[in-house]
């Protein structure tokens, strides 16, 4: 634990120092609030090196795991209602997406609620997230979905109202979360190793994207109906 506790420190410990440094000595800007400053950044530390300690211990296995017994489900068409069911939760519980999700509604003085665009956002994800789990199961290669999706994408962005366009994108981002990845990437890779003739090199990766285009693409259809 000592080790990877220094692990954390080496990955924060740099940007905090280089911001703190250009703020004092190029901005020449005092520093407020000293002793909160530094409260701040042992909590920052603290959480951190718990929150990774406790991917490894928890939801990397556990996506692992499900991922791997997924087979013994002996319906593909099950185990991909599986994998949206897993996507949509998920996302869900991202953070980064409530947080997306408030500006939004603030920016739009309520005309984009909140709880609307998540769900529409979640609904992507998870369906992007199907499309990842039926590529691993029929053994289609990543260039037959992923192409086609992005001219889809193109085609919804020509539609779409214009506010809604950077709305879409940043929904997409914002899905690539502390949450979201761990444990969409493990159940993808523990359903790639398990299955005979698959890759998990070759199968196991690329669901992340498939995700996020299925988000932005979700959310472009609900600017164009609401528009409509």
């Given at each position: 634990?000592?080790?990877?506790?220094?692990?954390?420190?080496?990955?924060?410990?740099?940007?905090?120092?280089?911001?703190l440094l250009f703020q004092l000595l190029v901005l020449k800007s005092p520093l407020e609030k000293p002793q909160s400053f530094i409260g701040g950044y042992l909590l920052s530390l603290a959480g951190l090196f718990l929150f990774l300690k406790g991917l490894t211990l928890c939801l990397l296995?556990?996506?692992?795991?499900?991922?791997?017994?997924?087979?013994?489900?002996?319906?593909?068409?099950?185990?991909?209602i599986v994998g949206f069911v897993i996507g949509y939760l998920a996302t869900l519980a991202e953070p980064a997406l409530h947080a997306l999700a408030m500006e939004a509604e603030e920016i739009s003085v309520g005309v984009l609620p909140k709880q609307v665009?998540?769900?529409?956002?979640?609904?992507?994800f998870g369906t992007g997230m199907a499309l990842g789990i039926a590529k691993i199961l029929f053994q289609i290669p990543s260039t037959t979905i992923i192409i086609p999706l992005l001219f889809i994408t193109i085609i919804l962005t020509y539609f779409a109202p214009e506010g809604i366009v950077?709305?879409?994108f940043d929904s997409a981002s914002a899905t690539t979360g502390p949450i979201n990845i761990p444990i969409n990437m493990a159940v993808a890779l523990g359903l790639s190793k398990v299955l005979a003739a698959s890759d998990p090199l070759l199968n196991g990766f690329g669901l992340v994207g498939l995700t996020s285009l299925g988000a932005a693409i979700s959310v472009l259809i609900m600017g164009i109906i609401v528009g409509i």
């Open positions: 634990m000592l080790k990877d506790l220094f692990g954390t420190f080496k990955s924060l410990t740099p940007i905090v120092l280089g911001l296995p556990l996506g692992e795991s499900v991922g791997a017994n997924l087979i013994s489900l002996d319906s593909k068409f099950w185990i991909i665009l998540i769900h529409a956002v979640a609904i992507g950077g709305i879409a």
